[in-house]
């Protein structure tokens, strides 16, 4: 069974610029949630989207928005650069279950944004 | 506020020897409680959960960790290291309904021969 998947890889791009990252979650997972990992400042929680619609929201500003597809396929876009963005950001999938909440989340590999 | 707190920035140990990575948590209510591993440059492995029932659960890599409500702990060990076991490791928890994760900042672990 295939894994959580993200593209690119790796992105650069400037100040001020936007970024797009993709997720594709486990197959039969609902919900995605985007993670963003930058030096010294650990892993912290930026959205979570279930069944299409955006369930919660971390400490972001709003240039972090994000979508999810049908397929339930995800976009993380990033406005407005800023070279504080630059970190590894990471999606998850996880299932609902049958009690409306979400079981364990299943990482990527991650997109390595770097902001110059 | 809700926060998890892993003590340990870095810890050393010797190929073969015992590792107890520690974690403690503050939360209003017990929390769903998770480890993960990231080696460098990838993304986070989930090493093993804890939901509820048995407080002592084992994962995969023959880790274990065990649940210790009076501690607010979750603890992970492992009885004998390999040096493939070099990495960084994550405590996370989540709450019922909340479904965000609030994870520890990571302990680094070096095998030494």
């Known amino acids: 069974e295939a894994g959580v998947t993200q593209s690119p890889t790796h992105l650069i791009k400037t100040r001020g610029q936007q970024a797009t990252l993709r997720c594709s979650p486990i197959s039969g997972h609902t919900s995605v949630y985007w993670y963003q990992q930058a030096l010294g400042l650990g892993l912290q929680f930026l959205l979570w989207?279930?069944?299409?619609?955006?369930?919660n929201r971390g400490n972001f500003p709003p240039r972090f928005s994000g979508r999810q597809f049908p397929n339930y396929s995800s976009e993380l876009n990033v406005n407005a650069l800023e070279l504080e963005d630059s970190a590894l950001y990471l999606c998850?999938?996880?299932?609902?279950?049958?009690?409306?909440?979400?079981?364990?989340?299943?990482f990527g590999p991650g997109t390595r944004l770097t902001v110059l | 506020a809700q926060s998890v707190t892993q003590p340990d920035i870095h810890i050393t140990v010797s190929e073969g020897a015992s590792l107890e990575l520690r974690c403690n948590y503050s939360y209003g209510a017990t929390p769903y409680l998770f480890w993960y591993v990231q080696s460098p440059g990838q993304g986070l492995q989930l090493l093993l959960k804890?939901?509820?029932?048995?407080?002592l659960v084992q994962g995969i890599k023959g880790f274990e960790a065990e649940f210790k409500r009076s501690q607010s702990s979750f603890n992970l060990r492992k009885p004998s290291v390999h040096w493939s076991d070099a990495a960084e490791y994550f405590c996370a928890v989540g709450l019922f309904g909340n479904e965000k994760l609030t994870f520890g900042t990571g302990t680094r672990l070096t095998i030494i021969p």
């Open positions: 804890y939901f509820s029932g048995d407080t």
């Open positions: 989207y279930d069944e299409g619609e955006e369930r």
């Open positions: 998850a999938s996880s299932l609902l279950t049958a009690g409306g909440t979400t079981d364990t989340q299943y």
